[in-house]
Nanobody, 123 residues
Framework: QVQLVESGGGLVQAGGSLRLYCAAS????????MGWFRQAPGKSREFVAA????????TYSDSVKGRFTISRDNAKNTVYLQMNSLKPEDTAVYYC????????????????WGQGTQVTVSS
């Protein structure tokens, strides 16, 4: 069982930056691939970024590539999402997710989810 708690969301102007945090419980954190997803009002949840357990592999959606960076600190059971050059279309609730094994960009591929943190980008 893995419990995930996101934090770091907030209101920021377009062009600004935010860093999201996801704290995980459990003793085998490094065995889990971690992902960030987001869901805007009236839209389905979409993939943002994922990182392997060892942090040796990362993947991003085309919409955030070059602006967002996912990273993790296995000693602290924490995964991060650094978001730069934010745009109004990045406004959404951001969710952290965990799955045993390899990374995935599919929502259904993750077993554990956090409660989400709101990110609002004003124009």
């Amino acid at each position: 069982q893995v419990q995930l708690v996101e934090s770091g969301g907030g209101l920021v102007q377009a062009g600004g930056s935010l860093r999201l945090y996801c704290a995980a419980s459990g003793r085998t954190f490094s065995n889990y691939a971690m992902g960030w997803f987001r869901q805007a009002p009236g839209k389905s949840r979409e993939f943002v970024a994922a990182i392997s357990g060892s942090a040796g592999s990362t993947t991003y959606s085309d919409s955030v590539k070059g602006r967002f960076t996912i990273s993790r600190d296995n000693a602290k059971n924490t995964v991060y999402l650094q978001m730069n050059s934010l745009k109004p279309e990045d406004t959404a609730v951001y969710y952290c997710a965990a799955r045993w094994g390899y990374t995935s960009s599919y929502t259904g591929g993750y077993d554990y989810w956090g409660q989400g943190t709101q990110v609002t980008v004003s124009s």
